[in-house]
């Protein structure tokens, strides 16, 4: 059974940190990726990474967000600095099943950025 697991959410002051980790079991995977949902907005990727380790930002988050991995745990990080009320929002991990189509999410954990 594959199963995503995020955690590391919380509420945090403005200019502060945190780091997000989503664990990944049950199969091998390729692409994987945070996204994330503020209130009546819609879903928005917010960095992935290849299994290669290439990645992409959405432009609010350059320079400020860091994604990274560790296939041998089966697990990426999302590293969150200098955060801003704009940030508040659940985060969801998503990950590609590296030998078939399929594409797997986790339950999201809340990021809430307010002093």
């Known amino acids: 059974q594959v199963q995503l697991v995020e955690s590391g959410g919380g509420l945090v002051q403005p200019g502060g940190s945190l780091t997000l980790t989503c664990t990944a079991s049950g199969t091998i995977f390729d692409n994987m990726a945070w996204y994330r949902q503020a209130p009546e907005k819609e879903r928005e990727l917010v960095a992935d990474?290849?299994?290669?380790?290439?990645?992409t930002y959405t432009q609010s988050v350059k320079g400020r967000f860091t994604i990274s991995r560790d296939n041998a745990k089966s697990e990426i990080y999302l590293q969150m600095n200098n955060l801003n009320v704009g940030d508040t929002a659940v985060y969801y991990c998503?990950?590609?099943?590296?030998?078939?189509?399929?594409?797997?999410w986790g339950q999201g954990t809340q990021v809430t950025v307010s002093s």
């Open positions: 998503k990950a590609d099943a590296l030998f078939s189509p399929a594409e797997y």
């Open positions: 990474i290849t299994r290669g380790e290439r990645t």
